[in-house]
């Protein structure tokens, strides 16, 4: 079973920075998509940030400028840089990868930005 561990979530003003990792079980992966998503409350999940086909990349247009996904394979682990916050960006944020017919999800930390 594929584990994903995600860290570094807490509580920040606004207009501050939090690291986001998220740690995968295995040293070996081959994953066709591993990103980030965030479920505000009373919202549904929605994809913050991406990578796909290698090292392409995608930003949800209200994160772009302000967020950065980064990976380190020696460490099987994946980063999420966030600048900038907003109170919009308070929500539990999740680890993500797709392996073949597979969907694995972290169990999710949560970011809390106050105004």
């Known amino acids: 079973q594929v584990q994903l561990v995600e860290s570094g979530g807490g509580l920040v003003q606004a207009g501050g920075s939090l690291r986001l990792s998220c740690a995968a079980s295995a040293n070996i992966f081959s994953f066709n998509a591993m990103g980030w998503y965030r479920q505000a409350s009373g919202k549904q999940r929605e994809l913050v940030a991406a990578y796909t086909n290698g090292a392409s990349t995608h930003y949800a247009d209200s994160v772009k400028g302000r967020f950065t996904i980064s990976r380190d394979n020696a460490k099987n682990t994946m980063y999420l840089q966030m600048n900038s916050l907003k109170p919009e960006d308070t929500a539990v944020y999740y680890c993500?990868?797709?392996?073949?017919?597979?969907?694995?999800w972290g169990q999710g930390t949560q970011v809390t930005v106050s105004s």
């Open positions: 993500g990868a797709l392996l073949g017919t597979y969907t694995y």
